[in-house]
């Protein structure tokens, strides 16, 4: 739908929120299968609309730092429509929310409240099995959503969510794919809000960057690499209390700002992965599937090894934190049945494991290696190639 201010596009807009109100917004959008975005667009329009005596005042005591994209010019107007009103941009937005509330669907105790992000963990203990190429399509396809299918497959439509990327590989090879820049040493990073968190005094949200906006609507952002990453599992060994929970409780304040998080692992088998696999673990009532780890391998001999080493350590974790973590499926990356005997029959057997399922085959073509290239997302560079297809069908099987 064409927007209706400048530009036609989208522009990202950080305001501050009550956490009960934004909780509420989230809930009634997705029981009304309402894209956040468009609720607060219609949210600002009906709040214009309405006279000022109309609107009640909100008690934003506690309101904590929360970002949306607006249609171009929209912000602008409604910043303007606030201060003729005498009231703060923060006060506005609450309003118009409070209104779009209380003014769509049935009353809150009659719906069901998602009580967790999804949290999809990409990893392998072996380098170049294309991990970050997997981590980076599958959350494109996730921020993108699917289109209602027709047809005898019946497939249902799959809306685009807000999907948070994290390189949490020290490489950084999914920050410089998607072409952001790594944090510098001494700035606050994921592996600061990790060790030292006594010494963290900004928030985490400051360093997500948004992913083409124009394409994904501000429903994909990256959560960068730092330098710093290398010495994350010696820095690990120091830190007090339980380690393997340290990823969880730096990503936690995120969490009420995304749908899903994407994390590409590190390629080891150490502290960091330790944290990694916890993170992905199946929380308190939250069904089994929704959230896991997906690994990537290769259709050869030495990507068989490397799976049952990380096969060890997810049962390790489990068991010395009685915790479960499903293993969603298995992805088998750069394929080429030119290679003979060696690839067709790895395929097989990677097939008949059964448990973890293979979820797609990916071919070895030029598509992922021109759109790395030109530091570009593979769904915005060739949507309609072989290899994006496969990130649908991976988004597909997950729900």
């Not at 009580?115 to 999809?120: K, V």
């Not at 981590?135 to 999907?163: D, F, K, W, Y």
């Not at 067709?344 to 290696?369: C, N």
Request: net charge negative; aromatic share 6%.
């Amino acid at each position: 739908m064409a927007s209706p201010y400048s530009g036609g596009g989208r522009e990202k807009v950080a305001s501050k929120l009550p956490p009960s109100l934004r909780q509420e917004l989230k809930t009634r959008a997705a029981q009304l299968g309402i894209d956040m975005q468009v609720a607060v667009t219609d949210a600002i329009e009906q709040w214009r609309a309405r006279p000022a005596d109309d609107n009640p005042v909100v008690d934003t005591a506690g309101a904590e730092s929360w970002n949306t994209w607006l249609p171009t010019g929209l912000p602008d107007a409604f910043k303007a429509d606030c201060a003729d009103r005498d009231i703060s941009f923060v006060q506005g937005l609450a309003q118009a929310i409070r209104v779009w509330i209380d003014s769509h669907g049935v009353p809150l105790t009659d719906l069901t409240i998602p009580q967790y992000t999804r949290r999809f963990v990409v990893c392998n203990q072996k380098g170049g099995v294309g991990k970050t190429t997997v981590a980076a399509g599958v959350g494109q396809a996730i921020a993108l959503g699917l289109p209602r299918t027709t047809g005898a497959s019946g497939l249902p439509e799959l809306a685009g969510l807000r999907t948070l990327l994290v390189d949490y590989d020290p490489q950084g090879h999914l920050t410089s794919q998607l072409g952001a820049k790594q944090i510098a040493p001494g700035t606050e990073s994921l592996v600061t809000h990790m060790v030292e968190r006594e010494r963290t005094t900004g928030s985490l949200l400051d360093q997500v960057v948004p992913i083409a906006p124009e394409l994904f609507q501000g429903r994909l952002s990256l959560l960068p690499s730092s330098f710093d990453a290398f010495l994350l599992d010696s820095r690990l060994g120091s830190v007090r209390g339980p380690r393997e929970t340290s990823l969880q409780r730096a990503l936690a304040p995120l969490e009420q700002h995304f749908d899903v998080i994407v994390v590409d692992a590190p390629p080891n088998l150490g502290l960091a992965m330790d944290a990694g696999l916890y993170y992905a673990h199946r929380r308190k009532n939250e069904p089994a599937g929704a959230s896991g780890v997906i690994i990537p391998v290769e259709a050869e001999d030495s990507s068989a090894d490397a799976y049952a080493m990380l096969d060890s350590q997810i049962r390790t974790v489990s068991l010395d934190y009685e915790v479960d973590i499903d293993r969603l499926g298995l992805v088998v990356n750069k394929y080429d049945k030119r290679k003979g005997y060696v690839a067709t029959h790895s395929l097989e057997e990677w097939r008949s494991l059964g448990t973890p399922p293979v979820v797609a085959v990916v071919p070895d073509l030029k598509e992922q290696r021109e759109a790395v290239h030109l530091k570009q997302p593979l769904l915005m560079y060739a949507p309609t190639s072989v290899q994006a297809q496969r990130m649908r069908e991976i988004r597909r099987r997950l729900g």
